[in-house]
């Protein structure tokens, strides 16, 4: 038994069924908005959509009690958060990263889909790139 047979174990299929919807469009949308941040005029309008997608993703994913995805999301919104005090845009290696970090959901969005197992994720993923501006 998979996460997604869990969830649907624990919640209305409906419910399981909004969230994996959304997941989908919210996973979709991050890369592009991930490269507009090396982009001084897309930055401010990219951090708040990105922040906005992972608090979303947070808040969706502690009511349906996934904690990895939950202790990740928390994480990169912490991280968005800083981003939000700068005028940008974002160096090279803070793109690299948030852009690992994307790899990671659209990883979790498969495991959901295939009713697997949610990938284990790497180590070095949890150490925060210099996020000073170049």
Known sequence: MGVRRDLEDRFDFEIVD?????????????????????????YPRSVEELFRIFHNIKSATNFLQIEPIIRLSTFVEDVLEQMRMSSGPSNEDTINWLLQISDVFQSWQEDLKLDSDLTKIEYNLLKLPDLEQN
């Not at 469009?25 to 507009?36: G, K």
């Open 18 to 42: 909004e969230f994996l919807d959304h997941y989908a469009m919210m996973v979709e949308v991050m890369e592009p908005l991930i490269i507009d941040l090396e982009h001084v005029n897309q």
